[in-house]
């Protein structure tokens, strides 16, 4: 639920605060008074398109804040992208829009992407205009708001149906690349296999080109390296002569002068003279066996250059070196396995095919019969409101049809039919009114006029209202081209939706506004030739007044305020008497479980006294 917003310089509004409660909220206000930009701010907290033209002449930024009584689901969100809900449990988003069109989004005092607020509007908040009404006319839009209505029963079967039309499309893909190009594959293949046949018959192996570099700069630099070694090692260990002493025999010296000295200050320089006598005589033993293994052969060292030009060959065709050409080798491997084209692998391919698509069928056609039971369903409970809203003779038919394969597309074979295999299934939906009795049904697009299509969107949403998550419900001016009777139905439906959901409407129809739980004006003012609007909430006996002046300015008139206060009692009464009604049909629901409470407790206090049990209290 939105408990609060606050807009500063947006549009005509300079700065204003909307305190929000459960029910039914209506916002009204004079023509150019600013109401659009109250929806204009909610949808920027849904992460809807900023645009610089929206902030206030003179301003540098409009500011856009909201506290939401925060859902688990808006939780989740909050703790994942690392926000805080504030102490009492409620979460504050935010949305800023520079006069040079900059925008930032804010979530529990984070800076966030733009798209996590509208992960949170999905949650929380749905906007209702008179561009839904446009969309309302796609079939897209429509299947979707089917689906929405059918809950579980489509979505189970649509999501194995995606996940198996995933796997069934790259099947039929592979097959028709198998065959279609199977020359062009076929040479790949021979390719593969050629360099595959050179690279083993070379036999790299990890790390060895950089190994033989190093070993052949050995065995080309043997007599220089032998010269350093075999001095290194007469430094330690003394010529063989022996006309000299070596490191070794001197330091040894060292140790016998100084442990023989008796002084025991001297004494104690004996072990560490030790220790470097041991690292010398290591040193000396190594530098032995260096030269031991120093290969100055030059038949070896031919060996070497004619391995390295081996690895040259390949590396110059397949990679840098040769944990590269290695690499070349295993992903060839892969690559050949999937380029098969005997008979018997098109097969194969062609068989798993049509088990996926037998087993595509089969979740489409559980697809397909849960929306048409969805569909009977949101039909009858459409054309039960607009009976309520002055349409009473109008019917809504929700029709559910294969869509017939086309030109293009996947093609799936569904029931005997070829069907167009969509990603949301192989089903066309389609919204027809009959407008009166007798009339032929149309779509919406060509049998709704503006007034009728605003109603139908209206019943729809109180038909969805007990399937739809979303906690607060927006409606811009959902009553245009509506008056008389129908605007009153309008208004008493919004409060049964109400009942339900929290109902934000700016509305221009005093039979409207006259159900609100509260009511919200905006008012502008004019000054230093700039216009500037607020927004306050009225208090009870200011109602009226706003409503004699919705009826045609009439708010200074005795008349005017008579029908006002008409209006205000009338509805009224209305939500009272529909209220009652609710709290009648759940009361069955309620009964039944406080008789099979009774029940259960009776039957537990019958046990416990076969048991033994003495009865409690």
Same mark, same amino acid.
């Given at each position: 639920?939105?408990?609060?917003?606050?807009?500063?310089?947006?549009?005509?509004?300079?700065?204003?605060?909307?305190?929000?409660?459960?029910?039914?909220?209506?916002?009204?206000?004079?023509?150019?008074?600013?109401?659009?930009?109250? $929806?204009?701010?909610?949808?920027?907290?849904?992460?809807?398109?900023?645009?610089?033209?929206?902030?206030?002449?003179?301003?540098?930024?409009?500011?856009? *804040?909201?506290?939401?009584?925060?859902? #688990?689901?808006?939780?989740?969100?909050?703790?994942?992208?690392?926000? +805080?809900?504030?102490?009492?449990?409620?979460?504050?988003?935010?949305?800023?829009?520079?006069?040079?069109?900059?925008?930032?989004?804010?979530?529990?005092?984070?800076?966030?992407?733009?798209?996590?607020?509208?992960?949170?509007?999905?949650?929380?908040?749905?906007?209702?205009?008179?561009?839904?009404?446009?969309?309302?006319?796609?079939?897209?839009?429509?299947?979707?708001?089917?689906?929405?209505?059918?809950?579980?029963?489509?979505? $189970?079967?649509?999501?194995?149906?995606?996940?198996?039309?995933?796997?069934?499309?790259?099947?039929?893909?592979?097959?028709?690349?198998?065959?279609?190009? %199977?020359?062009?594959?076929?040479?790949?293949?021979?390719?593969?296999?050629?360099?595959?046949?050179? =690279?083993?018959?070379?036999?790299?192996?990890?790390?060895?080109?950089?190994?033989?570099?190093?070993?052949?700069?050995?065995?080309?630099?043997?007599?220089?390296?032998?010269?350093?070694?075999?001095?290194?090692?007469?430094?330690?260990?003394? #010529?063989?002569?022996?006309?000299?002493?070596?490191?070794?025999?001197?330091?040894?010296?060292?140790?016998?002068?100084?442990?023989?000295?008796?002084?025991?200050?001297?004494?104690?320089?004996?072990?560490?003279?030790?220790?470097?006598?041991?690292?010398?005589?290591?040193?000396?033993?190594?530098?032995?066996?260096?030269?031991?293994?120093?290969?100055?052969?030059?038949?070896?060292?031919?060996?070497?250059?004619?391995?390295?030009?081996?690895?040259?060959?390949?590396?110059?065709?397949?990679?840098?070196?040769?944990?590269?050409?290695?690499?070349?080798?295993?992903?060839?491997?892969?690559?050949?396995?999937?380029?098969?084209?005997?008979?018997?692998?098109?097969?194969?391919?062609?068989?798993?095919?049509?088990?996926?698509?037998? +087993?595509?069928?089969?979740?489409?056609?559980?697809?397909?019969?849960?929306?048409?039971?969805?569909?009977?369903?949101?039909?009858?409970?459409?054309?039960?409101?607009?009976?309520?809203? %002055?349409?009473?003779?109008?019917?809504?038919?929700?029709?559910?049809?294969?869509?017939?394969?086309?030109?293009?597309?996947?093609?799936?074979?569904?029931?005997?039919?070829?069907?167009?295999?969509?990603?949301?299934?192989?089903?066309?939906?389609? =919204?027809?009114?009959?407008? !009166?009795?007798?009339?032929?049904?149309?779509?919406?697009?060509?049998?709704?006029?503006?007034? *009728?299509?605003?109603?139908?969107?209206?019943?729809?949403?109180?038909?969805?209202?007990?399937?739809?998550?979303? #906690?607060?419900?927006?409606?811009?001016?959902?009553?245009?081209?509506?008056?008389?009777?129908?605007?009153?139905?309008?208004?008493?439906?919004?409060?049964?939706?109400?009942?339900? !959901?929290?109902? =934000?409407? $700016?509305?221009?129809?005093?039979?409207?506004?006259?159900?609100?739980?509260?009511?919200?004006?905006?008012?502008?003012?004019?000054?230093?030739?700039?216009?500037?609007?607020?927004?306050?909430?009225?208090?009870?006996?200011?109602?009226?007044?706003?409503?004699?002046?919705?009826?045609?300015?009439?708010?200074?008139?005795?008349?005017?305020?008579?029908?006002?206060?008409?209006?205000?009692?009338?509805?009224?009464? !209305?939500?009272?008497?529909?209220?009652?009604?609710?709290?009648?049909?759940?009361? #069955?629901?309620?009964?039944?479980?406080?008789?099979?409470?009774?029940?259960?407790?009776?039957?537990?206090?019958?046990?416990?006294?076969?048991?033994? $049990?003495?009865?409690?209290?």
């Amino acid at each position: 639920m939105l408990a609060e917003m606050r807009i500063q310089g947006l549009g005509v509004i300079d700065d204003a605060t909307l305190e929000l409660d459960p029910g039914l909220t209506v916002l009204t206000g004079e023509t150019g008074a600013g109401k659009t930009m109250v $929806v204009t701010g909610l949808n920027l907290l849904g992460g809807g398109r900023a645009e610089s033209s929206r902030v206030s002449s003179g301003a540098r930024r409009a500011v856009v *804040e909201g506290r939401f009584a925060a859902s #688990p689901g808006a939780v989740e969100l909050a703790e994942e992208v690392g926000a +805080e809900p504030d102490e009492d449990g409620t979460l504050i988003a935010a949305r800023t829009v520079s006069a040079d069109g900059r925008s930032r989004a804010h979530l529990g005092g984070r800076s966030v992407p733009v798209g996590v607020l509208g992960r949170l509007a999905e949650a929380q908040l749905a906007v209702h205009g008179q561009n839904d009404q446009l969309r309302l006319l796609r079939s897209s839009d429509q299947r979707a708001l089917l689906d929405r209505f059918a809950g579980g029963p489509v979505a $189970v079967p649509l999501a194995e149906y995606r996940r198996v039309r995933g796997e069934w499309l790259t099947v039929v893909a592979e097959l028709a690349e198998r065959r279609g190009n %199977a020359r062009r594959l076929a040479q790949e293949a021979d390719m593969l296999r050629h360099g595959l046949v050179e =690279i083993e018959s070379v036999d790299p192996q990890p790390g060895e080109d950089r190994e033989l570099v190093e070993l052949a700069r050995r065995m080309a630099e043997a007599d220089d390296l032998r010269a350093a070694a075999e001095s290194a090692r007469a430094a330690l260990s003394g #010529p063989d002569d022996g006309e000299a002493p070596g490191a070794v025999d001197l330091v040894g010296q060292a140790r016998s002068l100084v442990e023989g000295s008796g002084d025991p200050a001297l004494q104690e320089l004996g072990p560490r003279l030790a220790e470097a006598l041991a690292v010398l005589a290591d040193t000396g033993a190594e530098l032995s066996g260096y030269l031991d293994r120093l290969d100055a052969d030059p038949e070896r060292l031919e060996q070497v250059l004619a391995r390295q030009a081996e690895l040259r060959s390949l590396t110059r065709k397949y990679a840098a070196d040769t944990d590269g050409v290695l690499e070349w080798a295993r992903t060839a491997r892969e690559r050949l396995s999937g380029l098969d084209t005997s008979d018997d692998a098109l097969a194969a391919l062609a068989a798993r095919r049509d088990e996926l698509a037998a +087993e595509l069928a089969g979740h489409a056609a559980a697809v397909t019969a849960a929306r048409t039971e969805a569909a009977g369903r949101l039909a009858e409970a459409t054309t039960a409101e607009l009976a309520g809203l %002055a349409m009473r003779d109008a019917r809504l038919q929700v029709g559910v049809a294969p869509r017939p394969a086309g030109d293009s597309g996947p093609v799936l074979v569904v029931d005997g039919r070829e069907c167009h295999a969509g990603s949301a299934g192989v089903d066309e939906i389609e =919204i027809r009114l009959v407008a !009166h009795a007798g009339a032929a049904p149309q779509p919406l697009h060509k049998g709704a006029s503006g007034g *009728e299509l605003s109603r139908v969107m209206l019943a729809l949403e109180v038909a969805l209202a007990g399937a739809d998550p979303v #906690p607060t419900m927006v409606f811009d001016e959902v009553d245009a081209g509506v008056g008389g009777r129908a605007a009153v139905e309008i208004g008493r439906r919004l409060a049964r939706l109400a009942a339900r !959901h929290q109902v =934000i409407v $700016v509305t221009h129809l005093p039979q409207v506004a006259a159900y609100a739980d509260r009511h919200l004006v905006v008012q502008k003012s004019s000054g230093s030739g700039v216009t500037r609007s607020s927004v306050r909430r009225l208090a009870e006996p200011e109602r009226a007044a706003e409503l004699a002046r919705m009826l045609a300015g009439m708010d200074d008139t005795d008349t005017g305020r008579a029908h006002a206060e008409e209006l205000l009692a009338a509805a009224t009464a !209305h939500r009272e008497a529909d209220r009652r009604e609710q709290l009648a049909a759940a009361e #069955p629901a309620d009964l039944a479980e406080a008789r099979s409470r009774r029940t259960g407790a009776a039957t537990t206090t019958a046990r416990a006294r076969r048991r033994g $049990v003495p009865r409690a209290g």
